[in-house]
């Protein structure tokens, strides 16, 4: 069974950073795009940055300059650097990958959530 365990969330000043981590674990193939997303209280879950396997990123207009998405193949990991945190970031943060199981087809995985609260 794949899981993707994420962790780094937590409470921050407006301006600070803060760093995500999300691992993938259990039997798989490969590891496509991974990503994060984020949803905030009352709106849709929206895309924040995106990896491809090959290290090719796009990001959300609202965070570029600001966030890096990075990952460590070896390590099936993807993170998320958060700078110049404002209090519009605050938000439940998924981690999303596209993964080859065994035998099967690519499928969405997503993480349980992690919340990150920016304070003013």
């Known amino acids: 069974q794949v899981q993707l365990v994420e962790s780094g969330g937590g409470l921050v000043q407006a301006g600070g950073s803060l760093r995500l981590s999300c691992a993938a674990s259990?039997?798989?193939?490969?590891?496509?795009?991974m990503g994060w997303y984020r949803q905030a209280p009352g709106k849709q879950r929206d895309l924040v940055a995106v990896?491809?396997?090959?290290?090719?990123?796009n990001y959300a207009d609202s965070v570029k300059g600001r966030f890096t998405i990075s990952r460590d193949n070896n390590k099936n990991t993807v993170y998320l650097q958060m700078n110049s945190l404002k209090p519009e970031d605050t938000a439940v943060y998924y981690c999303?990958?596209?993964?080859?199981?065994?035998?099967?087809?690519?499928?969405?995985?997503w993480g349980q959530g992690t919340q990150v609260t920016v304070s003013s």
């Open positions: 990896i491809t396997k090959g290290g090719v990123t």
């Open positions: 259990g039997r798989f193939f490969s590891i496509n795009a």
């Open positions: 999303n990958a596209e993964i080859y199981g065994i035998g099967l087809p690519r499928s969405d995985y």
